[in-house]
């Protein structure tokens, strides 16, 4: 079965833009959550949804906003790009939302910002 | 607040030994589960190996153990019989199942290499 995908891999902003980030969850997974991983920190977690309504949300500015599809693929949209946005964004899809279930990641997206 | 701690940014193993990479952890909260994962440089978070609060036994998977001591609040992986291709962050995590969601709180990583 296919893993987690993230699209694009790869991301070149100037400060100020928008960017939209895609994330398609393993198959029979509904929960997606997003990560943020700067430079030499562990990831910080963003938001997640489950069944298209969001049931977490990370101490993240209101640039930050994402959506879940009917098909629980899911984007990440952050507006308004600053310097310190350039990160490496990660998807992490599971079954449902809590009740014990483990997060599998995508490879990321990795954002720069100039 | 939870809170995960890693106090290893950097650990050096022989090919084929063993090694133990540290992670403590407070929450008040009194069912979590804990989590580890490798990072190697292409970015992907791999997941290794989960232990819930109320296991009873440390959990195993292959070459990969959790040394869970619930009272020090630390779960510390070990890795037997290192490999070239064990090289990578190791990420110890923590989810709080009191909220509903399942989002994870991260540590800082500890870089492992191993030496051939």
């Known amino acids: 079965d296919a893993g987690v995908t993230q699209s694009p891999t790869h991301l070149i902003k100037t400060r100020g833009q928008q960017v939209t980030l895609r994330c398609s969850p393993i198959?029979?997974?509904?929960?997606v959550s997003w990560y943020q991983q700067v430079l030499g920190q562990g990831p910080q977690f963003i938001f997640q949804?489950?069944?298209?309504?969001?049931?977490g949300r990370g101490n993240f500015p209101d640039r930050f906003s994402a959506r879940q599809f009917p098909n629980y693929s899911s984007e990440l949209n952050v507006n308004a790009l600053l310097l310190g946005d350039s990160a490496l964004y990660l998807c992490?899809?599971?079954?449902?939302?809590?009740?014990?279930?483990?997060?599998?990641f995508g490879p990321g997206t990795r954002l720069l910002v100039l | 607040a939870q809170k995960i701690t890693q106090t290893q940014p950097g650990m050096f193993v022989q090919e084929k030994e063993a090694v133990t990479l540290d992670c403590t952890y407070d929450?008040?909260?009194?069912?979590?589960?804990l989590f580890w994962y490798k990072q190697p440089s292409s970015g992907e978070m791999i997941f290794l190996i989960y232990?819930?609060?109320?296991?009873?036994q440390n959990a195993t998977e292959g070459r990969y153990s959790l040394n869970f001591q619930k009272a020090r609040k630390s779960a510390n992986l070990v890795i037997s019989a290192s490999q070239l291709g064990d090289s990578a962050m190791y990420f110890c995590?923590?989810?709080?199942?009191?909220?509903?969601?399942?989002?994870?709180?991260f540590g800082t990583g500890t870089r492992l290499t191993v030496i051939p």
């Open positions: 198959s029979g997974h509904k929960s």
């Open positions: 929450t008040s909260d009194p069912s979590y589960g």
């Open positions: 992490a899809s599971s079954k449902i939302a809590g009740g014990g279930e483990t997060q599998y």
């Open positions: 995590a923590m989810r709080d199942d009191q909220t509903g969601a399942n989002n994870l709180f």
């Open positions: 949804y489950y069944e298209k309504e969001e049931r």
């Open positions: 232990q819930g609060s109320y296991d009873q």
